[in-house]
Each structure stands twice: as C-alpha cells, then as structure tokens.
C-alpha cells in the first residue's frame, strides 16, 4: 500500500500543497478538507523540527540534496486529493503520521517483567475412587518443581491467586451450570460424587473441584489483566484444573470452568479489546472455547489437535478444518486436525510458519493467549505424539513480539509428568527471553498427514485472508493432464461415531489412556538423553557491540553527497546512546583482520592491490576506483576495510567462545557485494563472508546461515560461496527481472549453488518495488524459517542492509524499523540464539539508524512495536507489490522444493469450492454470489407474477440472498470460454427415464432425513438416499456403498443429500420429472425448514402422478420450443437459443477423476 506519510522536510512542501488544494476547492467542501490539511501540514511541521531534522549527507556535505521518498509522496497524495475533489467526491485525508513514529516511541519501551500466577492449593483436586486417574496433583507440583531448579520462579513477578466472581463465571457460564459444581463444594460422599461425574464425559469430582476451578478461572483472569495494565510485558498461569473443553453448561475433558475463554471475555468486556487470538495446541480439540466464540470476529480461535477422521475424543464433527466460524465470526475459527499419531517437532513448526503466523500477522491481535496442553509432547500416552519439550519454546518465540508482546501462556493438559513439566518450564524460560534451545534432534520433516491437513485448512480459509494466497490454484481440467506442481484435492472423512444419547453414562474408573511398557522405557530414554543433551547456559551478556571511529576515516574525495558515507554509522552509533543502548552492550575492542584472515573469501592479489592505495593521489585514487563498479576509493580506504572486518571477527569469537549472545556490528565499507578478486557496489572486503569462514576455521563449524536482507543481491557473498554446503547464504532482495543492482541473472530464484553446494543459495528476488513488512514478513515464515530450521545453523550471521527501509533513497521498499527488529528476533531462535547482524548498505541515515536500534533492541530483549501488517493486508485491495510478492513466492518455493523437504506445501489448490461433494460447494461458492435464474420470466412456472418475492427482501433461514440476478443465458456466455476448455461442465439432466417406472407416488416416505449416516460405513459425507427402499448410502468419492447398493437391489434411482439432485446408476445421467419432486421436497423441508420451489413446466398435481415419457410433458411450450427449434435449423444457426434450454438445466463442476 501506499504510505500516509509527510515527515520532515516534507513539512514545507506540504504546506504549499494545502493552500492549493483549499484554493482549489468549492465553497460547500472548502471548510472541512482546509482544516483537515492544514493539521496534518502542522503534524509534519512539528515533526519537522525534531532531533534530527537537519541530518546531513555526510562531513562537509553541501551538494543539492535529492528529494525525499517522503516529500514525493506527499506530492502523490495531494495530487490524489485534488483529482478527488475534482470527480465530485469527498476526499477522506489519512493523519499525516512520522514514519519513524513506532521506532520513537520505543526509546521509553524496555522489557518488562514475565508475571507467573499459581496456587499451591490446587494441588489438592484429585480423583478420590481412581488414584490412577491421569489428571492428578503431580502434573501441577512437578511442573511447579522443574521451574524451580532452573531458578525460573524467582526472575518472575509472582501475582496473587484469585477467585473468580460469580458475576464473571456467568459471563458465559449458565447460571445453571455454576450451581451445579456449588453444589459439591466441601461434600465428602464420595459414592455421589462419582454418580454425579458419571453423567459428564471425562469428568470427576472433588470437594476442592469447585473452589479450585473459581481460582484456576481467576488466576487466569488476573494474569491478563495485569498484561493489559501493563504491570508486566507476558505471562504464565500454571493452574488446574484445566478448561478449554468447558462449555456454557457442561463438564466436560476434566474441564469446569473455561479458564481461557473466561479470561478473553473479560478483556473484551473491561478493556474493550477488538483483536485477541487464542491458541490451543492441547492435543485435543478445545470445543469449548470454540463454541464461545464462533460469531465472534474479536476472538480468533486456532486449534492444533489430535483427530484422526473423528475417531479420537471429543469425536466432533466440528473439530475438523471445514468448521471455520459463523456469522460475523466466519473465517475466525481455524482447525487444524491431525489425522495420524506420531506427528513431532517438523509437523508443529510447519503449522506455525505456513499458516498460524501469516494469520497472526494479518490479524494484528492486541492480546495472545495460548491454551498450553503438554498432550502432544513426547511420552504423553494420551497424545501419543513426539514434539520434543525443547519444541515448544521454539512454537512460543514468534508469537512474543506481536500483539505487543501481551502474551499469556495457560496451562491446559499433559500427562506424560516429565515432558509436561519440562515442556512448560522451559515455555516459562522462553517467556523471560532467554535462547530457544538448540533442538537435539535433525528436525522431522513435515508428514503427508500433515501436509494434507495444512493444506486442506489453507484451502477454506483462502477466501477470508489475504497471506493465505501463496498457493496457485488449478482447474477440473488440469486433473487429467501432466502438472509439474502436485495437485491437492480437498477431502472430508469423518470415521467416528452418532452422538452420545441425552441420558448417556459415562465411564469413571480406568479411563486414563495406558502405553505398553516397552513404549514407556523407550521414552523414557528419550526424554532423558533429549534433557541432558539440551543446552540451557546462557552467556552473560547478550548482546556484544562492534564499532570505531576510525572506520570514518573512508569516504569520497570528489562526491560530498555520495550516499556512502561516515554519517551512516555515526549516526546509527549516536542514536544507540540516545536510546541508552551502550551501556547495556559489552564493547569489543577494535582490531585489524590479518591479511590470512582476510584472504579465507578474497585472493591474495586483491587484497594487495587495496593495501596499495595507500599513498597515492587523489587523481590515481579516482582513476583506479573508475575501473570498478561503484567503487570509491580513499587513501585510508584498506585500513578502514581491515577495521571493519576485524570488528566483525571480533563479534564471532565473543558469540561462539560464550561470552556474549549475540552481537551487533556498526561497521563500514560494507561488504557483501565484494567479489573474491575486486570491490564491488562501494563493498571493498566481505567483511560477513570472511567471518564466516573464519567461523568454519576456528571453531569447526559446519552450518553457518547468513541472511542477507540488504536490499540489493549479495553477488560476492554469493560467488564466494555458491560451491560450499556448510554456508547457506539466503537472499531477499529487490531484482526487477535483473535490471535492478547489481544487475544480471545471478540474484534470480534459479541460481542455488553449484557443485557440492547445490541448494544452499536460496535468491527471493523482488520484481517490484514497494515491498513491505507483509511481504518481508511471509518471505521468512513460507521460505527462510522452514528451510532454516531444517538447515539447523550453528551460527547465524545477517547481512542486515537497511536500504529496504521506508525513506531509503536507493531501495525503493516500505519496510520499517520494527519489521526488521521482529525479523532479528525470529532469526534469533535459531543456533541456540547465536546471531550476529552486521551493516551492509542503507542510505537514509534516519532510516538505517532506527532500523539498527530496534534490531539491538530486540537482541536486548526489550519490546518493540509490532509491525501494522493489518493496515496493508486489510484495508485496501491487494497492491501491485503484494502480488508481485506472491508470484516470487511461489516460483521460490517450486525451486527450491528440490532442495529442501520442509517446502512441500507448494501445491496447487482447487480453483473452485469442491470440498467433500462436486456440487454443494460449487454452487454455494459460485452460484451463489452470481444467483442464477432460468431465462424464464417470474411467473413462468405456474406462480403468480405478483406473489414472487422481491429480489431484495429478507429471505428463510437456510436459503441464500440473491445480490444479482443473471439469466442462465447470460451466465453461459460470461463462461463461455470456461465451457470450452473444460474448467466448467454444462450438464444436462434427463426429461425422463424408464425407472421411473418404479416409483409408485403412494409409496412416498412421510420424511427424509439429510443428516443421516452410511448404513455400512456410518459416514456422514456424501450421501445418498435410495428412492426405491430410503437405504443411506456414501457416494462413490467416499466408499460407494450406495452404488453397491443399487447394483446389488437394482434400485437405479439415487437422491444427493448435498443438492438433491437425483442421479440414475443404470442411465447414468441426471433425471429431472415432476415425479421426483415429492422426494426432492421432503429432503428439501428437512434441510432448509421450507418447501422447494416448483420449477417444472406442468401444473403441480395434487396426486403426485405425472406421465414418465418426456413428450407428455408440458405438451404446449414444448410444441412452441420445437417450433423454436426448428428454425434456428432452418436459418443454420450455431447458437443455442435460451429458450429451447427448459428450467430443468443447471450448471455443475465435475471432478475429472
């Protein structure tokens, strides 16, 4: 999108900009829009005379300044409002914002305190008839035991436990409900207790049950509230008993009180929060916490669980992907349903990244709150899923700087206790902003199971989120043809049971899940060997900080203004002292890179050749530095660049000898653009290409990543490596098909590597500039993270050129100073927190000063703003960058699929609604927004003119409004070209059929039932009734037991419960006959609660008898459509006249299988 900015110089020119447009415009619009544009040239007036109004280009700098991004769009932006007003319409001016505004206010945001909330008391509700119940007291106190011997309790905020009020219990518990568990407070029967449980799934009760789910529910309500009255920046409640399958008026999964939904009730209530995104990755499905919130928009639910077609508890039909929200709430609700045991690490992190990431961002939610169940992880003999405790630190890191940073963690379930309690403590460690442990384990590729799942949940949601559009689509057509991108085909399977009876009781003695021994041991011997090979030290300093003054010393001699300057790091050096940064920092001590050190990336002639620079005039200086490519070249010049290579090896040994975490390097000339022979693009050594190989020779490392996010292609980076698999260098830069610098075809998406480094160059080249924080954001989440945790690094090196940052006069991009800082911190999870960012290029001395600042910021561990992705994916059409974006996206992610397993999401999706049948989905997806008629007028079949319904009027619940009425003649020729290549079938269905004869109007069931299930399989999608006997039956997408059926009893005759269309197995064609109506109408009643229409050309009998031959039929329009017919043979015609087509046509979109 485009930015409402005027910042700075743009001031004035803003002003002259106002008075011609208040000049401009009529007397009756002249007040409104001179008042509106006269504050916002004020607002960049004031931000005109900030700190650094009057920022130079460099020492001694008095050439013509160019003007700025900033200036010129605010020159866009009037001339926009001045065509506005011209048309006639009122301009809406956006407020006239400081671009730097989100990285000002940071200077006063440091980290705040992790708050942690328990009780000791709840260790008190246990199973008082079955001591081996697997909800007891020990998930609480060991979990409580292991935060403590990493001394975790003690570095946080420790916040009172409280009862919840009656009055918030009943926000969405029913007064009914509440009284029912009162009722049991203190009563010691446990016989009755046990009768009582035994009416509720999964439930036993105590006499603590009460009084301990009051404070597990206002535990987590406190926790919240002291995150949004900022009293402390995140947090974690470890309560019990848990809550998320809690419903309005019903026990339900060891749960009473919903804590969760409680608590987000609560913000929305008290504080009036419009955004909060609950995350549930208990391994089973929170149906309560759904169920909630599933009209509601301000509450995204994203539910990571166990489901296996229905068959693994709570057995819902809506806790699969297709249940994605109602009403307002439509697209809120996410499912995410694992249909396979086994899932682990890769599986989980897939989630993140391809889909519950991209949606947080675009969401922009203002609090996060995360249903932690420890279910899935490894050893839980409930979940039966491997994700690692070391895991979910990893699944937590991304989520803590959106929503600014207000996350709040809260104990669900989990019954393995050694996985809980390590899982939850060190989800409690990641909260106070220690390093995600280094994953012991090679990262699990995604499994099929998974994939099919991610897919088919992307795939409903497509239509609500923009970042959700990755994916290319197909057609029908391309089913039957060679594709080099796999297909995806969208399927439902539902494999549990009917509902429980009202009346039904429940099990409450030896439910708890139980694993063979042999299991046991070796998980066991798993978890041990996993905790004691985790490495959880931390180095005392986090972040070590590289920079000299000397480094100034190079700069042009014959170009005050050129945009390489001394300025740049100066600056970005005075601002970390503003911002009281270098104190928090430890200071390394300069040294010069040895010429060995230097040549690891350059040869020996190279480096030679700068060192003779010294000496020479300035006339010889400017004569050798024309024979490069951008390149200047000073008499100091190989000092400087020795300086500035050696400051980065310095970072390296502080990091990697675990004296400090991480480091930042304020270093110039830059480097990633030096070749291993020549400077290259004002790069004259490669200062991040050399550390690496430093890295590789000291401290025999073997996976070093660097990320190279500066906005032009890192070519010498590149060349230097391209052969070499222990450095994966990934590139994100702006290409222009290879018109943009460094020019050519080396930065494309199909240059990755040569040789034995084959895949370990990764280009996301940027056709198009504009490319912002969205764009940045789902290049890391869809490519760089995946394939960077499958790479697993041992030290991450960012070549971090700010020259894609708003205001920069080269780069052309929008990204702001808080992307690149929530950027570094997603980086940071990798190698056990091991990254160094070094300067590259930015030429917008503001610019890179603030992007620096909020990148040590981050490694400081204080918050900073969250990017406003909202403002770009919702609030305007897709721009040209977006879906430039995606087109790069796409062609990155079949490349490089070769290479890296994690990318297999890369398929292509139906184009169009099929879901789980070819029609219902087709027609609700399709016809429904275009509202097909016949060509036949109102009135035509049989109905009074005056009776139908007006086309705007409200019409019964379960039938669809009409938006625009097209002819069937009209729809046909919009898709004309569709029908001709296959993409769309027409069908047409029979007038008559000789089995008919079989169907005696008499015989006509008093009721049809659409939801009933498969009498042999008991599946509930796609089916079939049989109009000769009303036997229920799976199509032949599912298990094609109603074809088996009719083949065995002859019973030809079939009718759709997804669209009532009657199907004949022996024709095998459509049928449409008066006769078929009465059975087509009683499905109709039972599906929408009213009659169907009559649509066929003959008056509607009372007896239900119609004669089967078609030419009987409405024996006088059909003479008249002969006629008809007859002469458009007669005049050759090749169209199809309209009117010949009859009111039994409809149009559907086959499955070519």
């Not at 029609?919 to 007028?937: G, H, Q, V, W």
Request: net charge negative.
């Amino acid at each position: 999108m485009s930015s409402p900015i005027v910042t700075r110089r743009g001031a004035q020119q803003a002003k002259i900009q106002t008075r011609a447009m208040v000049k401009s415009k009529s007397t009756s619009t002249s007040s409104s829009s001179a008042t509106a544009a006269a504050a916002a040239a004020a607002a960049a007036a004031n931000a005109a005379t900030g700190p650094n109004a009057n920022s130079s280009n460099g020492a001694g700098s008095c050439g013509p300044r160019k003007p700025s991004p900033a200036l010129q769009e605010a020159k866009r932006r009037a001339r926009n409002m001045l065509k506005s007003q011209n048309n006639g319409t009122a301009a809406q001016l956006e407020p006239v914002i400081d671009i730097f505004q989100n990285a000002l206010n940071a200077k006063s945001m440091h980290r705040g305190p992790t708050a942690l909330i328990y009780d000791e008391t709840m260790s008190e509700h246990c199973c008082l008839w079955d001591s081996t119940h697997q909800e007891r007291p020990e998930r609480f106190t060991r979990t409580l035991e292991r935060c403590r011997e990493l001394k975790l309790v003690e570095r946080c905020l420790q916040l009172n436990s409280r009862l919840a009020t009656k009055d918030e219990i009943l926000k969405l518990h029913s007064m009914e409900h509440y009284e029912r568990l009162e009722q049991t407070s203190a009563v010691h029967d446990a016989e009755a207790m046990e009768e009582l449980s035994s009416h509720y799934d999964a439930i036993y009760i105590h006499p603590s049950t009460f009084r301990l789910s009051l404070l597990a529910s206002g535990s987590t309500i406190e926790l919240v509230e002291q995150l949004l009255l900022g009293k402390a920046q995140n947090g974690m409640a470890i309560i019990r008993p848990p809550g998320h399958h809690a419903m309005k008026s019903e026990f339900n999964g060891y749960c009473y009180f919903n804590n969760v939904a409680l608590a987000a009730q609560h913000a929305l209530d008290a504080h009036q929060l419009q955004r909060i995104l609950i995350i549930d990755y208990d391994v089973h499905h929170g149906q309560g916490t759904q169920r909630f919130f599933y009209n509601d928009s301000r509450v995204l639910y994203f539910s990571i669980h166990r489901y296996e077609h229905g068959s693994f508890w709570p057995n819902l039909q809506e806790s699969d992907y297709h249940a994605i929200g109602a009403g307002s709430g439509t697209g809120y609700n996410f499912n995410v349903p694992l249909n396979a045991k086994g899932l682990g690490n890769g599986d989980y992190m897939a989630i993140f990244q391809q889909l519950l990431l991209p949606v947080a961002m675009e969401y922009q939610p203002e609090l996060i709150i995360v249903s932690a169940g420890y279910d899935a992880a490894l050893g839980c003999p409930e979940g039966e899923m491997e994700v690692t405790p070391a895991c979910y630190p990893h699944l937590l890191n991304p989520l803590l700087h959106l929503a600014n940073c207000r996350v709040a963690v809260v104990l669900e379930g989990g019954y393995c206790v050694e996985s809980l309690s390590e899982g939850a403590a060190l989800t409690l460690r990641a909260l106070l902003g220690d390093p995600c442990p280094a994953l012991v384990e090679p990262l699990q590729l995604p499994s099929p199971v998974l994939r099919e799942a991610l897919l088919n949940c992307i795939y409903v949601h497509r239509p609500y989120w923009r970042c959700l559009q990755l994916q290319q689509t197909y057609t029908p057509g391309e089913l039957q043809s060679a594709s080099t991108i796999p297909l995806h085909r969208v399927q439902r399977i539902w494999l549990g049971g009917p509902p429980p009876a009202p009346d039904q009781r429940y099990p409450t003695r030896g439910t708890s899940a139980q694993l063979s021994a042999a299991v046991v041991a070796s998980n066991a011997s798993r978890l041990s060997l996993l905790r004691a090979e985790t490495q959880l030290s931390v180095p005392p300093v986090r972040v070590c900080y590289a920079y000299d003054a000397q480094m100034l010393q190079h700069f042009n001699l014959h170009d005050a203004t050129h945009p390489e300057q001394p300025m740049r790091i100066r600056q970005i050096h005075q601002m970390h002292e503003d911002y009281q940064l270098l104190d928090r920092m430890q200071q390394l001590a300069a040294r010069a890179a040895t010429t060995d050190e230097v040549c690891l990336a350059h040869t020996r002639a190279h480096v030679n050749s700068v060192r003779r620079l010294l000496g020479r005039s300035v006339e010889e200086l400017q004569q050798v530095g024309a024979g490069y490519n951008s390149v200047y070249l000073h008499p100091r010049t190989f000092e400087c660049a020795i300086l500035a290579s050696g400051a980065v090896l310095q970072a390296v040994d502080s990091v990697l000898r675990g004296q400090s975490r991480s480091g930042i390097c304020n270093v110039r000339p830059p480097g990633h653009h030096a070749e291993p022979d020549q400077p290259h693009g004002f790069c004259i050594f490669n200062n991040v290409a050399i550390a690496a190989q430093y890295a590789i020779r000291e401290y025999a490392l073997e996976r070093i990543l660097i990320v190279d996010w500066d906005v032009h292609h890192g070519n010498g980076t590149q060349h230097i490596f391209e052969s070499n698999p222990k450095v994966l260098y990934i590139s994100v830069h702006r290409y222009e098909h290879g018109a943009f610098f460094p020019k050519g075809p080396a930065g494309n998406y199909d240059v990755v590597g040569k040789n034995a480094g084959r895949g370990f160059n990764v280009n996301i080249p940027w056709n198009k500039k504009g490319m912002g924080d969205l764009e940045y954001a789902l290049a890391f989440q869809q490519l760089i993270l995946p394939i960077a945790y499958e790479f697993n690094p041992q030290l991450v090196l960012v070549s971090a050129g700010f020259d894609a940052a708003i205001g920069d006069p080269l780069g052309g991009c929008k990204v702001t100073p808080e992307g690149y800082g929530l950027f570094t911190h997603w980086l940071s999870a990798l190698a056990g927190g091991r990254i160094i960012v070094c300067l590259e290029g930015g030429y917008n001395v503001n610019s890179i000063s603030y992007a620096m600042t909020m990148c040590t910021k981050t490694l400081l561990g204080d918050p900073v703003p969250t990017p406003q992705f909202a403002t770009t994916a919702h609030q305007r059409s897709p721009t040209v960058a977006f879906q430039s974006c995606v087109e790069t996206l796409q062609l990155c992610v079949e490349q490089q699929r070769h290479h890296w397993k994690s990318l297999v999401f890369g398929c292509k999706l139906p184009q169009f609604v099929l879901g789980e049948n070819n029609n219902e989905d087709f027609l609700a997806a399709t016809m429904d927004r275009l509202s097909i008629s016949n060509d036949d007028p109102l009135g035509a079949a049989g109905g009074d003119i005056d009776a139908q319904p007006d086309p705007g009027q409200d019409r019964p619940s379960g039938s669809k409004p009409k938006v625009k009425v097209k002819t069937l003649s009209e729809f046909m020729a919009e898709h004309k070209e569709a029908l001709e290549q296959q993409e769309m079938f027409a069908i047409y269905p029979l007038k008559s059929c000789p089995h008919l004869s079989l169907l005696r109007p008499e015989e006509v069931p008093k009721s049809i039932k659409t939801n009933g299930a498969c009498g042999d399989c008991a599946s509930t999608v796609e089916n079939w009734v049989c109009l000769s006997c009303q036997s229920i039956g799976c199509g032949r997408y599912i298990n094609e037991h109603m074809e088996q059926h009719c083949r065995r009893a002859k019973h030809p005759l079939v009718l759709s419960f997804s669209d009532l269309s009657v199907w004949c197995y022996e024709c095998s064609a459509y049928i449409d006959h008066p006769l078929l109506y009465a059975y087509q109408n009683l499905a109709h009643l039972d599906k929408f609660q009213e009659p169907m229409a009559w649509t066929h050309g003959c008056m509607q009998r009372s007896d239900g008898c119609y004669p089967i031959e078609a030419e009987h039929q409405d024996n006088d329009r059909n003479s008249d459509r002969d006629k008809d017919k007859d002469k458009d043979k007669d005049s050759g015609s090749s169209n199809t006249n309209s009117s010949s087509i009859g009111s039994g046509y409809y149009i559907q979109l086959e499955r070519n299988n």
